[in-house]
């Protein structure tokens, strides 16, 4: 009787002893990994107004995203395009690459040509590689910089890139690309190797651009996840898909003006024009889904946002291995 107490009893502590390891486990690796991703821009005109919001209203601008993250803990990473620093005031861009810094987000390098840059007025992949070194180092010294930080991943603008470009992001020392999108008219590789899952190209390591389908009446249309381009269903639908089909790794997709209305679908008045873009006050929508998503993020254990460093420092081969070239496709 005694024997089979005891030995009832030691089955008892095994058993408690294993279900506190599995739920270790469970919590020590999450399914999915969300990397928010902010494309930092203006490019027209001598004021900042499509990365700050100046001119229209402070919640069309990329501080409004910052106090949203910061809400529920998280921290973005943020691409910014320093090559149009000659278009503002002296120290102008300098402060608001600072500025991301200081409230502990990520800087990353985004390029777009610009006029007032000899060296860099036409698409990065009109350019030899040794140009391209210039052009890639020119903008990693400026965050470097101003900033004291060394950006770990570059975002081609309008995901121009070629296959020069990862033998000069080797040779500059910024490890991971994120500006492929599959099919993409303006990505000049020569072969792509995954849609949405993790690859390298020359020994850099690519973060793909989400590609989407949208299921419509006439068939399947191309997407993107992007909050602009998403209502909130959509956003979670892209989530879960992507945590049941083991894509692991997802790139979240805003632009610095995102929270900008740029239709007029509040109703409003058109407010400001700048270049070929017209601004008709703050997108509420768009805001109200990011932090419904961002709520969503929080309480699912199984999704974590992360940012490139962080990524990138628990990041093996080995890991890509068990994920999934898998395609996400929206409903509406
Ligand atoms: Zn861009």
């Known amino acids: 009787m005694r ?15 294993n279900l506190g390891w599995i739920k270790q486990e469970q919590d020590s690796t999450k399914k999915l990994d969300v990397l928010v991703t902010i494309d930092v821009e203006c490019n027209r005109g001598d004021k900042p107004t499509l990365i700050t919001g100046e001119g229209v209203s402070p919640k069309c601008g990329m501080y409004n995203i910052m106090d949203i ?24 861009m300098a402060n608001i690459t600072k500025d991301i810094v200081s409230r502990g987000h990520e800087i990353n390098l985004h390029a777009h040509p610009n006029s007032n840059l000899s060296f860099y007025n036409k698409g990065i992949e009109n350019y ?41 992001l080797k040779i500059v020392g910024i490890p991971v690309d994120s500006t492929v999108y599959y099919e993409n008219d303006h990505n000049k590789i020569s072969n792509y190797k995954t849609i949405n899952k993790v690859t390298k190209y020359n020994d850099i390591i690519e973060v793909p651009i989400i590609e989407l389908r949208r299921k419509t009446s006439k068939g399947f249309k191309r997407s993107k996840f992007d909050v602009d381009w998403l209502t909130y269903d959509e956003l979670i639908q892209v989530l879960e898909q992507a945590k ?21 679908k509040s109703g409003g008045k058109l407010i400001l024009q700048i270049g070929n873009k017209n601004i008709y006050g703050v997108d509420n929508v768009d805001i109200d889904d990011f932090k419904k ?40």
Do not use: C
């Not at 024997?3 to 058993?15: F, G, H, R």
């Not at 910061?70 to 000659?86: A, D, I, L, P, W």
């Open 3 to 17: 024997k089979k107490i005891l030995v009832l009893m030691i089955l008892l502590i095994i058993s408690i002893l």
């Open 69 to 92: 993250l910061e809400e529920y803990e998280f921290e973005g990473s943020f691409f910014v395009n320093v090559y149009e620093h000659k278009n503002y005031a002296e120290g102008v």
């Open 128 to 168: 030899n590689l040794e140009q391209q070194v210039y052009i890639l180092n020119y903008g990693k010294n400026l965050i470097e910089k101003w900033t004291g930080v060394s950006p770990l991943a570059f975002r081609g603008g309008s995901y121009r890139i070629n296959d020069d470009t990862f033998k000069a």
């Open 244 to 264: 049941n089909n083991d894509l692991k790794i997802l790139n979240l997709m805003l632009h610095s003006f995102t929270f900008a209305d740029m239709n007029g």
């Open 293 to 332: 998503m961002l709520e969503y993020i929080k309480t699912d254990d199984d999704i974590d946002i992360v940012t490139f460093k962080e990524w990138y420092e628990k990041y093996s081969d080995k890991d890509m291995i068990n994920s999934r070239d898998f395609i996400p496709v929206i409903y509406r």
